[in-house]
């Protein structure tokens, strides 16, 4: 006999029994509901894809995270890291089957090969929404809204949504002489909470020398106010232009609509990636902030430039699933609607299936889902069973049930143990269903 292999996952990766997957499900279809109600509309793309169409032109940080390998036909591929890439790929593929603006959304799984830690993994699902095909601030504040709209709909409690500008920042290295070490900077920056502040400083230094790496750290400082960070932020970059007047436009949206507390204006918000030009944001839990941002996007004007020579402006969100559920279990909110049938119909005689099944399809088109048992063991065991899958009735058909009609039935209440015989298939539906 051969020996037996150990059953085993990577790690990064997971399994998710029953009861985990039934929590994704719930908060994914929740999430699905959100961006349907703003007119977006679901793609989808392939998992792999070749290299150069992820990594572009260089991948910086993340060319060593991703899963990259030679395929059977010697070609280079790689795994998607995110989802954001490969619809900009898409879009130059099909850009002539869709009308502009254009809003998707794409929930699905995405790989890096980083360092795992609470709600970080190397497979994980992400929840992208973008427009694409638009410059306007009314794009930026749609997704802005819908970031804070879906998670309301999740129930994550308060939040605030922290949001910068890329090309004001890039403005004020351009004052400082360093706007040759804007990646470089951008990135460094962009770790500031995860680090800390001394660690950003003595990196910063190494990069552009002290002083200036000083007037970084104070630049990135918000202040008291929305204004007052746009204020000194403005004053900084060497005056107003048109990012600085994009961010003023979206802060008196945000006032029209009465949702301008959270949103905080903090010029430490970079977002690493390379591709970002115009307005970035990240939100935090406010009653676990450590677990870092849930959401997090921003406007890629020139993504689409690496596939096609039409410009489609784009700007986009994406929320990391597994990380908003690991806050959500942290909090003590992940309680999920019953996963399983709510009925199951227990099986007394193995030549009445197609009878008991005829009976679900009853109550399954009146929108209670139903299990039928297969196997004609004894109700108590029958019981047992359905309270483990989480039903919370039985219906027991008698020997003479189908005999005439109406047919009736006993429906057994797990929690309290009480029968009621003698319904029929139109009373076990008004029963169920309340």
């Not at 694409?132 to 804070?148: H, K, N, Q, T, W």
């Amino acid at each position: 006999m051969a020996p037996l292999i150990e059953p085993r996952v990577l790690k990064g990766f997971r399994d998710f029994l029953p009861a985990a997957e039934i929590k994704r499900r719930q908060l994914t279809e929740i999430i699905e509901q959100s961006f349907r109600s703003f007119g977006f509309v679901p793609i989808d793309t392939p998992a792999l894809e070749y290299t150069e169409i992820l990594l572009g032109k260089g991948g910086g940080e993340t060319e060593k995270q991703v899963y990259r390998f030679k395929d059977h036909g010697d070609r280079d591929v790689a795994l998607r890291f995110d989802l954001t890439v490969p619809f900009a790929r898409f879009m130059a593929e099909h850009r002539a089957e869709l009308p502009l603006p254009f809003k998707r959304y794409h929930i699905a799984k995405v790989w890096r090969g980083e360092n795992t830690q609470r709600g970080r993994y190397r497979e994980f699902t992400q929840c992208d929404f973008d427009i694409v095909g638009s410059e306007s601030s009314g794009a930026d504040f749609e997704i802005l809204l819908m970031m804070r709209e879906t998670l309301q709909a999740i129930g994550v409690g308060d939040v605030t949504i922290r949001m910068n500008h890329r090309g004001v920042f890039n403005r004020f290295l351009r004052c400082l002489g360093i706007e040759d070490k804007s990646v470089e900077i951008l990135r460094t920056v962009d770790k500031l909470i995860k680090i800390g502040k001394e660690s950003t400083l003595l990196q910063l230094s190494e990069l552009i020398g002290t002083e200036k790496a000083e007037s970084v750290l104070q630049y990135i400082q918000p202040k008291n106010t929305y204004k007052e960070t746009l204020a000194a932020m403005t004053e900084a970059a060497g005056g107003p232009g048109p990012d600085t007047e994009r961010l003023e436009v979206l802060y008196r949206f945000m006032e029209d609509a009465g949702i301008a507390d959270i949103f905080v204006l903090d010029p430490s918000i970079t977002r690493g990636l390379d591709y970002y030009t115009g307005v970035v944001y990240e939100t935090f839990l406010n009653d676990l902030p450590e677990i870092g941002s849930v959401c997090s996007g921003g406007r890629y004007d020139n993504l689409a430039a690496l596939y096609s020579k039409e410009q489609l402006p784009g700007v986009g969100a994406s929320i990391g699933l597994d990380r908003l559920i690991a806050a959500l279990e942290a909090l003590g909110r992940t309680q999920a609607r019953p996963g399983y049938a709510q009925v199951a119909i227990a099986c007394t005689d193995e030549t009445l299936q197609g009878k008991y099944q005829a009976l679900a399809l009853e109550l399954r088109r009146a929108g209670i889902a139903c299990e039928v048992f297969t196997e004609p063991k004894k109700l108590t065991q029958q019981y047992a069973l359905a309270e483990k899958k989480g039903a919370r009735w039985v219906i027991v058909c008698p020997e003479d049930a189908f005999t005439r009609e109406p047919y009736r039935f006993t429906l057994r209440e797990l929690a309290t143990r009480t029968d009621t015989e003698g319904l029929t298939i139109s009373d076990i539906i008004s029963t169920t269903i309340a």
